[in-house]
């Protein structure tokens, strides 16, 4: 699954498109929290600010529940019930049923009342499912993970991490965009039209928008390659001895077995090669390669 786009901001303002949007729960007219970061001084991110729809001061308690359920009439209830009678805040879920339709797979982000309280849930849980009690009739397995949402936003550790500038306020979040403007204009002047990166987490419901420093030089390429072990390494291979930093690479079957499409975004800027060089070399550094690998796309980011 792609868990990223590349945009450009409008004004101050960057549009989340409805993938992502709806994947994280990020709802038209709903509020989001943010918190800028910037980059140390090499590599081609600048800035970055994360967005969740928890506060900061919520994350120590924010814990996945994935709850297996009888594919029975009245189990989800009977779950959302197990789970509000100890005062846990349902918050971000999905359901599914299971490939064999006999099963019902229940992912909740849930709100604990301390940290700690999951292991008395499931204390719990297994003390009534022994005592065969009809409140978990209906309720196969739970299971539980920290959501450790406070990994995403750990400031600055070292010379080589992200430092952390501010905290923002809960912020509205109009026609799917997020305004850099309304929290963070004085640190984030003159930003019209510069190139964005986003990226989601869609267990932690979170997403990140990179800003990249001002000489970075982002290109899209496009290709086809052969669908064998080895094809993928002979392709970065050659990019990466024109000193080329990759940005993020994306593959997907085509054909099984005999073709593929390989997407990736690079910063050239450290290169010696321009644009159009590496366009011209790429085709013919490929031709003797072991397979058939094609272009198919070379934009530059601009």
């Not at 989340?16 to 709806?22: H, L």
């Not at 779950?79 to 006999?102: K, P, W």
């Not at 849930?110 to 008395?120: H, K, P, S, T, V």
């Not at 050239?268 to 397979?291: F, R, V, Y």
Request: glycine letters at 6%.
């Amino acid at each position: 699954m792609k868990i990223w786009e590349f945009a450009k901001v409008n004004g101050s303002s960057i549009k989340v498109d409805n993938w992502i949007s709806e994947t994280i729960g990020i709802e038209d007219g709903g509020c989001v929290y943010s918190t800028l970061f910037k980059h140390p001084a090499q590599g081609p991110k600048d800035y970055e600010i994360m967005l969740s729809m928890f506060p900061q001061e919520n994350y120590r308690t924010l814990t996945h529940i994935t709850m297996y359920l009888d594919d029975v009439p009245g189990s989800s209830a009977q779950a959302a019930h197990y789970l509000a009678e100890r005062e846990i805040n349902i918050l971000n879920s999905i359901s599914l049923n299971g490939i064999s339709d006999t099963v019902i797979v229940w992912k909740l982000m849930a709100d604990m009342n301390f940290a700690g309280e999951g292991e008395l849930l499931m204390e719990k849980f297994r003390e009534l499912k022994i005592q065969n009690d009809p409140s978990v009739s209906k309720i196969k397995r739970i299971e539980l993970k920290p959501a450790d949402i406070g990994r995403l936003f750990k400031g600055k550790v070292d010379e080589n991490g992200k430092e952390e500038l501010r905290r923002g306020y809960p912020t509205t979040i109009r026609n799917g965009c997020f305004d850099l403007a309304e929290v963070y204009g004085d640190l984030l002047p003159d930003i019209d039209g510069k190139n964005v990166l986003i990226t989601m987490d869609a267990d932690s419901w979170v997403c990140s928008i990179t800003l990249f420093k001002e000489e970075t030089r982002l290109v899209k390429v496009g290709m086809e390659i052969p669908d064998c072990p080895g094809s993928i390494t002979q392709a970065l291979s050659i990019i990466a001895d024109w000193n080329v930093n990759l940005i993020s690479v994306f593959s997907k079957v085509k054909i099984c077995y005999e073709t593929m499409t390989l997407e990736l975004v690079m910063d050239i800027c450290k290169s010696n090669k321009t644009a159009s060089e590496i366009k011209a070399m790429l085709p013919e550094s490929m031709k003797d390669l072991n397979g058939e690998f094609r272009l198919k796309e070379f934009v530059e980011l601009t």
